[in-house]
């Protein structure tokens, strides 16, 4: 069964950037993310629509 949610480090390697970076589009608002607690979470369904080159807010 795949993993629908992720943390920082696994959705880094998923989208072959580095954890850095992901931080970055995370606080830009470009990777939709949730904050449990102290640790960040995200929806593999984002990270997939993102390397589609698509994005919720631009089918809106």
């Known amino acids: 069964m795949a993993k629908e ?19 970055k589009l995370i606080k830009n608002g470009e990777i939709p993310a949730k904050k449990i607690g102290k640790q960040w979470r995200i929806a593999k369904a984002m990270l997939d629509e993102i390397v589609r080159g698509g994005s919720q807010d631009e089918a809106r």
């Open 5 to 23: 949610i992720m943390n920082p480090k696994e959705a880094a390697e998923y989208l072959g950037i580095s954890k850095p970076t992901l931080y």
